[in-house]
């Protein structure tokens, strides 16, 4: 069965490094998003990415985030400096399409921790 | 701006039972799509069933059926004949018809089934 896949499970940085986040998303799928979950609070959506660009983007989604879609099968989330509060469990997720209550599917996760 | 409430942190429930999870959520908008995510320990979210706003009839998914309360903004899960597979972190999650497939969620409910 067709899966997101994200890598690394877990990854630890000092305050201030950049840091850049896997993701394989399902083949055909189309539509990726990020997600973060901060340990006890809710997940909350990052950013949607469509055909190359940026469609949505949320007010955590600042300046020193950014997605990029390199070479038609990976999709990565960098965080440029890292801050001790961007710890958090980071998912990746896509979709075949947006709307119609299209399913999205999720991958495992990435635990960041920052130091 | 959409919110989602999950009021109850934690629930268990005997195997083979039944169990009801809560859900509301607040919106001004008409056409939305509600869903349920589960999360098993150290797994990754799988969808479990979805709900079309514009829909009346509730849907259903075998073991699992929602009551789907469009007036009272409330989405909660039904978990017939629960089994111990059901153990989980369950999500429900808003999405609004206008959005690029961005999901909102609620805190969560850990389902603990017991033997």
């Known amino acids: 069965e067709p899966e997101v896949t994200q890598t690394p499970s877990h990854q630890v940085t000092q305050m201030g490094q950049e840091v850049i986040l896997r993701c394989v998303p399902i083949s055909n799928h189309l539509y990726f998003y990020w997600y973060r979950q901060i340990l006890g609070q809710k997940v909350e959506f990052l950013v949607s990415?469509?055909?190359?660009?940026?469609?949505?983007k949320s007010e955590i989604f600042d300046d020193q985030f950014s997605v990029e879609r390199p070479d038609g099968s990976n999709f990565t989330l960098k965080i440029r400096s890292t801050k001790l509060e961007d710890s958090a469990m980071y998912f990746c997720?896509?979709?075949?399409?947006?709307?119609?209550?299209?399913?999205?599917?999720f991958g495992q996760g990435t635990r960041l921790t920052v130091v | 701006a959409q919110t989602v409430t999950q009021s109850q942190p934690e629930m268990s429930v005997q195997e083979a039972e039944t169990v009801t999870l809560s859900c509301t959520y607040d919106?001004?908008?008409?056409?939305?799509?509600l869903f349920w995510y589960k999360q098993p320990p150290s797994r990754q979210m799988i969808l479990v069933i979805r709900q079309e706003a514009y829909k009346q009839q509730n849907a259903t998914e075998n073991r699992f059926s929602v009551n789907f309360q469009k007036a009272a903004k409330s989405f909660s899960l039904k978990i017939s004949d629960s089994q111990l597979g059901d153990t989980a972190m369950y999500f429900c999650?808003?999405?609004?018809?206008?959005?690029?497939?961005?999901?909102?969620f609620g805190q969560g409910t850990i389902l603990t089934v017991h033997p």
């Open positions: 919106t001004s908008e008409n056409n939305y799509y």
């Open positions: 997720a896509s979709s075949a399409d947006r709307g119609r209550a299209t399913e999205a599917f």
């Open positions: 999650a808003f999405m609004s018809g206008t959005s690029y497939g961005k999901l909102t």
């Open positions: 990415f469509y055909n190359n660009e940026i469609s949505e």
